[in-house]
């Protein structure tokens, strides 16, 4: 832990010594879990790869990316880096972001062994922008002693109609709100919108109209008054607890893989219930990932390629690793860390029914800006859910701001 935080002085990125050794900066965000799981892979590495040093810097998400724009501003961002679906195209505008494609023609970097498809998961525009080190997809969490008493079962295919009535079930019966308000998930709203034929983005720009989201906001606000839906104000204040966990909702939505974090917040049981849809078959889902990025400005860009590739390939990162960033992308790693904890079971359990069922789709393409958008979203929902802003300030408001940040 004693080398978190560290960065390499002076301008470029990389540097090496008169041994041949070579030094590489990696930064992510995320826990002290995960900030210790990867120090210890980082050790595997390093002692396989002894000319090869790593000097960490790890931080929460949102001080992240702001150090992480003013590195790439100024020129020097870290070597290699975690990074995600909607900052790829952002950052590949900008010229940050090294191209893998190279370094995998020329070995260093392997896209055999992947689950899914997940090796195009970085890819745009013809250009390998990132590796997934593990899968997610959307998942509804349940309090599965709320949703027992109330006799709901919620079963793959099951429609928005259904899901709706057993949350009324759950307010009737139990008296909390059945849901913890889908209305501000963007990654929610996307799979819905591809359920009906759009989606939230297109490569460039949003790819629904102020209609179609007026009716989405529309209809939470109304179920936010009924209490179908659970009072924002509670949820706000509950936090860092989720609504469930607090007692507040029987179910929220979110990714399946973070779905860890119930048991130690909670005193109940909970699971991982199937999306809802909208024609019993469609649930519009992807498989998501955490990726590893290398910078376009590193001086040591096999040695970058090397140390992605150890990442994402190697059996013993898997059993350190566990499932803090998705579960594993590559069958190698899938296979050496197998869960014994009835949580890592149901997140491999739910994965594996929706690679088998085929429902899976292609990833929405994010335009650059979809940070920003993303961000415009969650405010712009709260906002609505609260009644501080009505729904068709709240949406002409989003698609002023959604304009200007995929403009930019």
Same mark, same amino acid.
């Given at each position: 832990?004693?080398?978190?935080?560290?960065?390499?002085?002076?301008?470029?990125?990389?540097?090496?010594?008169?041994?041949?050794?070579?030094?590489?900066?990696?930064? !992510? !965000?995320?826990?002290?879990?995960?900030?210790?799981? $990867?120090?210890?892979?980082?050790?595997?590495? @390093?002692?396989?790869?002894?000319?090869?040093?790593? %000097?960490?810097?790890?931080?929460?998400?949102?001080?992240? !990316?702001?150090?992480?724009?003013?590195?790439?501003?100024?020129?020097?961002?870290?070597?290699?880096? =975690?990074?995600? $679906?909607?900052?790829?195209?952002?950052? /590949?505008?900008?010229?940050?972001?090294? /191209?893998?494609?190279?370094?995998?023609?020329?070995?260093?970097?392997?896209?055999?062994?992947?689950?899914?498809?997940?090796?195009?998961?970085?890819?745009?525009?013809?250009?390998?922008?990132?590796?997934?080190?593990?899968?997610?997809?959307?998942?509804?969490?349940?309090?599965?002693?709320?949703? &027992?008493?109330?006799?709901?079962?919620?079963?793959?295919?099951?429609?928005?109609? *259904?899901?709706? #009535?057993?949350?009324?079930?759950? =307010?009737?019966?139990?008296?909390?709100?059945? /849901?913890?308000?889908?209305?501000?998930?963007?990654?929610?709203?996307? +799979?819905?919108?591809?359920?009906?034929?759009?989606?939230?983005?297109?490569?460039?720009?949003?790819?629904?109209?102020?209609? /179609?989201?007026?009716?989405?906001?529309?209809?939470?606000? *109304?179920?936010? %008054?009924?209490?179908?839906?659970?009072?924002?104000?509670?949820? $706000?204040?509950?936090?860092?607890?989720?609504?469930?966990?607090?007692?507040?909702?029987?179910?929220?939505?979110? !990714?399946?893989?973070?779905?860890?974090?119930?048991?130690?917040?909670?005193?109940?049981?909970?699971? +991982?219930?199937?999306?809802?849809?909208?024609?019993?078959?469609?649930?519009?889902?992807?498989?998501?990932?955490?990726?590893?990025?290398?910078?376009?400005?590193?001086?040591?860009?096999?040695?970058?390629?090397?140390?992605?590739?150890?990442?994402?390939?190697?059996? @013993?990162?898997?059993?350190?690793?566990?499932?803090?960033?998705?579960?594993?992308?590559?069958?190698?790693?899938?296979? #050496?860390?197998?869960?014994?904890?009835?949580?890592?079971?149901? $997140?491999? &359990?739910?994965?594996?029914?929706?690679?088998?069922?085929?429902?899976?789709?292609?990833?929405?393409?994010?335009?650059?800006?979809?940070?920003?958008?993303?961000? #415009?979203?969650?405010?712009?929902? *709260?906002?609505?859910?609260?009644?501080?802003?009505?729904?068709?300030?709240?949406? %002409?408001?989003?698609?002023?701001?959604? %304009?200007?940040?995929?403009?930019?």
């Amino acid at each position: 832990m004693a080398a978190l935080g560290l960065t390499a002085a002076g301008c470029g990125t990389g540097s090496g010594s008169g041994d041949g050794t070579v030094t590489l900066r990696y930064a !992510w !965000w995320g826990s002290d879990d995960r900030a210790k799981r $990867i120090n210890r892979s980082i050790a595997l590495f @390093e002692k396989k790869y002894p000319k090869i040093r790593i %000097k960490t810097d790890f931080q929460p998400y949102a001080d992240f !990316w702001k150090k992480f724009n003013t590195q790439a501003s100024g020129g020097n961002p870290p070597d290699v880096f =975690q990074n995600a $679906i909607g900052f790829l195209r952002k950052y /590949d505008k900008k010229n940050v972001l090294l /191209d893998l494609r190279g370094q995998v023609e020329e070995g260093n970097l392997r896209l055999d062994g992947f689950r899914a498809g997940l090796e195009k998961f970085g890819e745009v525009d013809g250009k390998l922008l990132g590796i997934p080190v593990g899968s997610n997809s959307m998942a509804l969490v349940v309090d599965r002693t709320v949703f &027992a008493r109330a006799g709901v079962k919620p079963k793959p295919g099951w429609t928005w109609d *259904e899901y709706h #009535a057993a949350l009324a079930r759950i =307010q009737d019966s139990q008296g909390r709100a059945g /849901d913890a308000g889908p209305y501000g998930i963007m990654y929610l709203y996307d +799979l819905y919108l591809r359920q009906h034929g759009k989606a939230f983005f297109t490569t460039s720009a949003l790819g629904f109209t102020e209609a /179609d989201l007026t009716d989405w906001w529309t209809r939470a606000f *109304e179920r936010v %008054k009924s209490g179908l839906y659970a009072d924002p104000k509670k949820t $706000i204040q509950a936090k860092p607890k989720s609504a469930v966990t607090a007692e507040l909702a029987g179910c929220e939505f979110t !990714w399946d893989n973070f779905s860890v974090r119930y048991s130690s917040e909670g005193r109940s049981q909970y699971g +991982l219930a199937p999306i809802p849809t909208t024609d019993g078959h469609k649930t519009g889902q992807y498989l998501g990932s955490l990726m590893l990025s290398g910078s376009r400005r590193t001086k040591h860009p096999r040695e970058v390629a090397r140390f992605i590739d150890f990442m994402v390939h190697d059996p @013993e990162v898997a059993k350190i690793m566990g499932y803090d960033r998705g579960v594993p992308s590559t069958v190698a790693q899938y296979e #050496a860390y197998v869960p014994s904890d009835p949580v890592g079971r149901q $997140i491999a &359990a739910y994965e594996k029914q929706l690679v088998e069922s085929r429902v899976l789709e292609p990833i929405t393409p994010h335009p650059a800006g979809a940070d920003v958008v993303e961000a #415009a979203f969650l405010r712009l929902s *709260e906002e609505m859910s609260l009644g501080t802003r009505p729904v068709p300030d709240a949406v %002409k408001q989003f698609f002023t701001e959604a %304009k200007t940040a995929l403009a930019a």
